[in-house]
């Protein structure tokens, strides 16, 4: 049964093969129609324990080509419009991220710049760390913090000239 199957086979590729390719390649170009015949004869030999050969085996591999082509073509149209929306996406995001375009990358920055200046501020010792926030972040002047904090004013400054000094050499590296 299998050897009669492969004769059969063999004398359906000769028949049909040249007139299938010349159909798929005015379907889908030269490039693929091969492909896609090949495709059709394995599919027939794989399916040899069901696949009739009679009168409408013309018909079926036809059918088989065309089906195959149809399925070729609306996947490159798939993967075309795939890649064009990609390629438009990729565009917009680099539209949308480019530093002349947008205020994103420099909030971006400044949010990673504050936290980096934030955790140079937390290093400083305490009674400097206590002195630089009440001068930088609550505006006090240096007479109010001595008072505050009952400290002569001379104590102050050299807080603040300590903790500054600390802070340009630790952020000298960073863009302001």
Not at 29 to 39: F, M, N, R, S, W
Request: proline share 1%; net charge negative.
């Amino acid at each position: 049964m299998a050897e009669e199957f492969e004769k059969t086979y063999k004398d359906l590729f000769r028949r049909y093969y040249g007139g299938l390719l010349f159909y798929a390649a005015r379907l889908v170009g030269e490039d693929d129609a091969e492909d896609i015949v090949q495709d059709v004869f394995v599919e027939v030999w794989r399916r040899k324990d069901s696949v009739e050969v009679g009168e409408q085996i013309q018909a079926f591999l036809y059918r088989s080509v065309y089906t195959k082509a149809i399925n070729l073509l609306k996947h490159r149209a798939v993967a075309e419009n795939y890649n064009a929306e990609e390629v438009e996406f990729y565009q917009k995001k680099l539209d949308y991220y480019q530093p002349g375009h947008t205020d994103v990358i420099s909030r971006i920055e400044n949010q990673e710049l504050r936290a980096e200046l934030h955790c140079a501020i937390n290093e400083l010792p305490d009674k400097c760390q206590e002195v630089f926030k009440l001068s930088y972040l609550h505006d006090m002047k240096n007479k109010d913090i001595a008072d505050v904090m009952g400290i002569s004013l001379r104590t102050v400054e050299a807080h603040m000239y300590k903790a500054l000094k600390f802070l340009r050499e630790r952020l000298k590296g960073l863009r302001f």
